[in-house]
């Protein structure tokens, strides 16, 4: 696993997640958190989301808040910005790339006999979240008092498809074993701009929101927005659609950045409100004007699915990936889970990755920028090779189209051939730091050695002496243009 995914070894994962998770609860296929600590909701946000290497949910509560770090993360979408040198110097990269957070599909509000669900100020009676790493998905359940003294029952899962790179589900149940006034507010919200770090490897912040609103709409349960980069020229599609079956009312609303549909009920004792809510995401160059189709068709075919299809579909490439992929360690319960969850981060941030690189993070967070980076060739693609060649190879396809950005980069540093960039989401190099920008040449071997290694497991010479022999080539002028033979060394 990449280091930027996962720094520390099994045993101190296994010692991290038995810290965060109660120890050895839910056996080694479940993350558990039982209970609510404030202390720990924003490592859990990382460690309970749910992505499929395109999409990404993070493990924030349904009704949105408290949260660290919240916004759905889609890799590759991004906005560009100017950076600035206290002292300009040679070769410098000119233009950064930072991932934007877009509209969270994940929000469901809950409202019980006039009072909005809130962790901090409800009557808890139980309260459990588990990321379920043999389905792929994140369940939740709480129970509480109402004002009025009224148990309510709230069951939900969430899951980015595996089958579906641009969808997310959610199954969200509410239960009144003594009657309630029942509201749920379902959103798309955008969330506010985050703070900013001169550390390099948290998300850059920005001084405004970086996604300007275009057309929003909604009819009946539906609405979908669009939005567009400020600066990088970039167009999102974003559209929720909704079933529910127990409720008497419905009201929708979309303005701007953000959208809400809410159903009302009045439960009498042992009523039962279920909402599925399907929520689709696509993007493009500004000249895409058919995102936001793209994003209805989408919303089509899962709805005529239903959520149950839906998570089967899901679950059959879950299956199959623990079917190739498993490791089974006898006797060590903790070390088992935590091996399993570094095996479910990399099933959650590679398989869909069409036309798309690994971020550092995978899609469960904005660390690093979204950026790619060579770990990926080195940590991720030997993985990748022995237990799904397909998804090895789009990763390597991904490298191989950003060759003329790669040769436009060695030209800029004042070589021939091709230069990989240390940080990028384009292709472009986009590190603000002088020392790793100008000076991580080793990127150029780890690209080489990735399609050395892919070819000699695969066998697959066509991809490697078509598109791969290009990408090696030019690396090569690049080492005869800047290496030199030592009299001493031979």
């Not at 199959?320 to 959650?348: M, T, Y």
């Not at 991904?398 to 040769?407: H, Q, Y």
């Not at 100008?438 to 598109?467: K, M, P, S």
């Not at 791969?468 to 800047?482: K, N, P, Q, S």
Request: net charge neutral; proline share 5%.
């Amino acid at each position: 696993m990449s280091r930027r995914m996962q720094h520390a070894s099994p045993a101190a994962i296994a010692e991290a997640l038995g810290e965060a998770t109660g120890g050895r609860a839910g056996g080694a296929w479940r993350i558990v958190e039982r209970g609510d600590c404030p202390a720990r909701r924003a490592s859990l946000e990382s460690v309970l989301a749910v992505g499929n290497g395109f999409l990404g949910l993070r493990g924030t509560p349904e009704e949105g808040f408290p949260a660290h770090d919240p916004g759905a993360i889609v890799n590759g979408f991004h906005e560009t910005w100017p950076i600035v040198y206290p002292e300009d110097a040679f070769g410098l990269a000119r233009t950064g790339q930072t991932i934007v957070p877009c509209p969270d599909g994940s929000i469901i509000r809950l409202t019980a006999d006039g009072d909005a669900f809130d962790l901090d100020s409800a009557e808890l009676l139980h309260h459990e979240r588990a990321l379920d790493m043999r389905r792929g998905v994140l369940t939740r359940e709480v129970r509480f008092l109402t004002r009025l003294g009224r148990r309510v029952v709230v069951r939900s899962t969430r899951l980015a498809s595996l089958a579906d790179p641009h969808l997310a589900a959610m199954r969200f149940e509410v239960h009144a074993p003594d009657g309630a006034e029942i509201e749920i507010a379902s959103e798309l919200r955008t969330p506010a701009p985050a703070a900013g770090s001169d550390d390099p490897r948290r998300g850059k912040g920005f001084a405004e929101r970086p996604l300007v609103p275009g057309r929003a709409c909604c009819a009946g349960a539906r609405a979908v927005l669009e939005l567009t980069t400020r600066d990088s020229g970039l167009r999102l599609a974003c559209a929720m659609d909704h079933k529910v079956t127990g409720a008497e009312r419905l009201t929708a609303e979309a303005e701007g950045d953000g959208a809400r549909v809410v159903f009302g009920a009045t439960l009498a004792p042992g009523g039962i409100v279920r909402l599925e809510k399907l929520v689709a995401y696509h993007w493009g160059d500004a000249a895409r004007e058919d995102l936001a189709t793209r994003a209805e068709g989408t919303l089509d075919r899962a709805a005529r699915a239903g959520y149950d299809r839906v998570e089967r579909a899901h679950r059959r490439r879950v299956n199959a990936f623990w079917r190739r992929s498993d490791v089974v360690i006898e006797g060590a319960p903790e070390i088992q889970k935590a091996v399993r969850f570094n095996l479910f981060s990399l099933l959650q941030a590679t398989p869909r990755l069409n036309g798309l690189g690994q971020p550092a993070k995978g899609v469960t967070g904005r660390g690093y920028e979204g950026h790619y980076f060579w770990d990926t060739e080195i940590y991720v693609v030997p993985f990748l090779i022995h237990t799904d060649p397909a998804a090895a190879r789009r990763v390597l396809e991904f490298r191989c189209g950003k060759l003329d950005a790669a040769r436009e980069r060695a030209r800029e540093v004042g070589h021939g051939g091709a230069l990989f960039p240390w940080r990028t989401i384009d292709g472009r190099e986009a590190s603000a730091w002088y020392a790793s920008g100008t000076a991580q040449y080793h990127i150029n071997a780890d690209v080489a050695y990735a399609l050395r290694h892919y070819l000699w497991v695969t066998g697959d010479l066509e991809f490697v002496l078509g598109r791969g022999a290009d990408v090696l080539i030019e690396t090569a002028r690049f080492w005869i243009e800047l290496g030199f033979f030592s009299e001493r060394h031979g």
